[in-house]
């Protein structure tokens, strides 16, 4: 077995593993072996030593060791991310960081509706957090039982609740971060009205760990909801989703607290392959939408507004079908459906994943021009499409065609990703919505983004981060 503690000095070793003492230093392959892969296997790397501190003046301390013999240093929270962006080369050179013991909840101050926690709470832990004190917090993900809150500050996280609370940059009122000098920036504010000067803590926000460490911070809560309506509705078209989006919207406004797209290949794929899912519709269509309407006024006054949207629609011939949840059972239901989505893609074979926006408006043309341009590149490719339709981001995945060689079509990668990428583009849209740059998509953000933003964003890191050990390779 090759001796990877070779390729860092053993007494450097032994002083990083002193500052956290032993117990918190993992230096045995077999411990460290779940730090070095992300969830999908795309990434694998190699390091000597995972580090988990139990303070912030642990890992102060660690980021002046760091600079002082010029270490690099991955950080990483929950290991749920994407894009590569928390996984170490494979040097053998870089030391992780693992933020999963700084997981206090600090505070929740219900008068300023303000949470206060550190990076590695759990986000289903800090939801229910919320819960137990009669608030809201609403960022919702699919993985919100593994992933911690630092990996979503660092990454910008996204989820279903986008749409009516913003992602996880609105959310956050202030932060707590560790330079990579080991100086502490404290940031942590509850302010929802503060212009003192540069908005510093979006700098760190969606950096993916390559300026400093979020070690804490400050975030919003919601009053919660007293009344919750979910509904699933059949459409024969995007362009019919979207003019039930423009009516939910004029009818419930800021009550619209969801609204997911779903097309027929990914409803299909989940009805055959997720255990235990029962078909939301009694017949087919070619499109789906979930949809959530929220009241802080009453249970009623929910059902009114989703019964109003939805007859409307059905009135106007907008949707097909239709059925609101009959319990906060079957609610939950609906919305575990939605969360299958990914998962039951896999068993039909390689899969080429994108993360994309549009401006809203520009969804059905984005539909049509990438189903045209996924097919120039592999006859018979399987378009998968869903997502969170009410923001603009579509979560565009291509199966292989049936029959078809794994293997083969993921060695279409690059070529299908600049067809699908060139329409999006085209639409002044975003390659990555909410699952962040990291290693999948960092030298094609170099090689299209405007040249000046670039530059600008290698400044910025030049500034923060001179020695170049955080996270090094990752964004830019």
């Given at each position: 077995m090759n001796d990877i503690s070779r390729d860092i000095d053993p007494a450097l070793i032994d002083r990083f593993a002193a500052i956290v003492g032993d117990r918190y230093a993992l230096r045995d392959q077999q411990d460290i072996g779940p730090y070095l892969m992300e969830r999908r296997g795309l990434w694998h790397g190699r390091t000597a030593l995972v580090l988990r501190p139990g303070s912030v003046d642990e890992v102060s301390r660690i980021m002046q060791l760091a600079t002082e013999t010029g270490t690099p240093v991955v950080p990483q929270s929950g290991n749920t991310g994407l894009v590569g962006a928390q996984v170490p080369d494979t040097s053998g050179r870089q030391i992780v960081l693992s933020l999963s013991r700084l997981n206090r909840i600090r505070e929740i101050d219900v008068l300023s509706n303000t949470v206060t926690v550190e990076a590695g709470v759990i986000l289903q832990t800090l939801q229910e957090a919320a819960d137990a004190a009669d608030r809201l917090f609403p960022l919702s993900l699919a993985a919100q039982g593994s992933c911690r809150i630092g990996g979503n500050l660092s990454s910008n996280a996204g989820g279903t609740g986008v749409l009516a609370y913003g992602n996880a940059r609105e959310l956050c009122l202030g932060v707590e971060v560790v330079l990579p000098t080991g100086e502490v920036f404290d940031d942590l504010r509850k302010l929802k009205k503060d212009n003192t000067g540069y908005d510093l803590k979006n700098l760190f926000i969606g950096a993916e760990g390559t300026l400093g460490v979020i070690t804490a911070a400050v975030l919003k809560l919601f009053p919660k909801p007293k009344g919750r309506e979910v509904a699933f509705a059949g459409l024969s078209s995007p362009e019919a989703a979207l003019s039930l989006f423009s009516l939910a919207m004029d009818r419930a406004g800021a009550a619209l607290t969801a609204f997911e797209l779903i097309g027929q290949r990914p409803y299909d794929f989940t009805l055959l392959h997720a255990p235990g899912v029962v078909r939301p519709l009694s017949g087919?269509?070619?499109?789906?939408?979930l949809m959530q309407i929220s009241s802080g006024r009453s249970a009623e006054d929910a059902r009114a507004l989703i019964?109003?949207?939805?007859?409307?629609?059905?009135?106007?011939?907008?949707?097909?079908?239709?059925?609101?949840?009959?319990?906060?059972?079957?609610?939950?239901?609906?919305?575990?459906?939605r969360e299958l989505l990914p998962e039951a893609q896999k068993p039909e074979g390689a899969s080429i994943k994108h993360d994309i926006s549009v401006p809203v408006a520009a969804i059905?043309?984005?539909i049509e021009e990438a189903a045209g341009a996924v097919q120039s590149v592999s006859p018979g490719a399987r378009e998968v499409c869903f997502g969170h339709m009410g923001d603009g981001n579509l979560h565009y995945n291509i199966?292989?065609?049936?029959?078809?060689?794994?293997?083969a079509f993921l060695g279409l990668y690059h070529a299908m990703n600049k067809a699908v990428h060139d329409v999006v583009r085209s639409l002044h849209g975003s390659i990555s919505a909410e699952h962040g740059i990291g290693q999948l998509k960092r030298d094609e953000l170099i090689a299209t983004a405007p040249p000046m933003a670039i530059e600008l964003m290698r400044r910025v890191k030049t500034a923060f981060d001179p020695a170049g050990i955080m996270n090094p390779g990752k964004v830019i």
């Amino acid at each position: 077995m090759n001796d990877i503690s070779r390729d860092i000095d053993p007494a450097l070793i032994d002083r990083f593993a002193a500052i956290v003492g032993d117990r918190y230093a993992l230096r045995d392959q077999q411990d460290i072996g779940p730090y070095l892969m992300e969830r999908r296997g795309l990434w694998h790397g190699r390091t000597a030593l995972v580090l988990r501190p139990g303070s912030v003046d642990e890992v102060s301390r660690i980021m002046q060791l760091a600079t002082e013999t010029g270490t690099p240093v991955v950080p990483q929270s929950g290991n749920t991310g994407l894009v590569g962006a928390q996984v170490p080369d494979t040097s053998g050179r870089q030391i992780v960081l693992s933020l999963s013991r700084l997981n206090r909840i600090r505070e929740i101050d219900v008068l300023s509706n303000t949470v206060t926690v550190e990076a590695g709470v759990i986000l289903q832990t800090l939801q229910e957090a919320a819960d137990a004190a009669d608030r809201l917090f609403p960022l919702s993900l699919a993985a919100q039982g593994s992933c911690r809150i630092g990996g979503n500050l660092s990454s910008n996280a996204g989820g279903t609740g986008v749409l009516a609370y913003g992602n996880a940059r609105e959310l956050c009122l202030g932060v707590e971060v560790v330079l990579p000098t080991g100086e502490v920036f404290d940031d942590l504010r509850k302010l929802k009205k503060d212009n003192t000067g540069y908005d510093l803590k979006n700098l760190f926000i969606g950096a993916e760990g390559t300026l400093g460490v979020i070690t804490a911070a400050v975030l919003k809560l919601f009053p919660k909801p007293k009344g919750r309506e979910v509904a699933f509705a059949g459409l024969s078209s995007p362009e019919a989703a979207l003019s039930l989006f423009s009516l939910a919207m004029d009818r419930a406004g800021a009550a619209l607290t969801a609204f997911e797209l779903i097309g027929q290949r990914p409803y299909d794929f989940t009805l055959l392959h997720a255990p235990g899912v029962v078909r939301p519709l009694s017949g087919d269509w070619p499109w789906y939408v979930l949809m959530q309407i929220s009241s802080g006024r009453s249970a009623e006054d929910a059902r009114a507004l989703i019964e109003e949207v939805l007859s409307a629609g059905l009135e106007q011939e907008i949707v097909g079908d239709a059925v609101i949840a009959a319990s906060i059972a079957q609610g939950d239901a609906f919305w575990n459906f939605r969360e299958l989505l990914p998962e039951a893609q896999k068993p039909e074979g390689a899969s080429i994943k994108h993360d994309i926006s549009v401006p809203v408006a520009a969804i059905s043309q984005f539909i049509e021009e990438a189903a045209g341009a996924v097919q120039s590149v592999s006859p018979g490719a399987r378009e998968v499409c869903f997502g969170h339709m009410g923001d603009g981001n579509l979560h565009y995945n291509i199966s292989r065609p049936i029959g078809g060689d794994d293997e083969a079509f993921l060695g279409l990668y690059h070529a299908m990703n600049k067809a699908v990428h060139d329409v999006v583009r085209s639409l002044h849209g975003s390659i990555s919505a909410e699952h962040g740059i990291g290693q999948l998509k960092r030298d094609e953000l170099i090689a299209t983004a405007p040249p000046m933003a670039i530059e600008l964003m290698r400044r910025v890191k030049t500034a923060f981060d001179p020695a170049g050990i955080m996270n090094p390779g990752k964004v830019i």
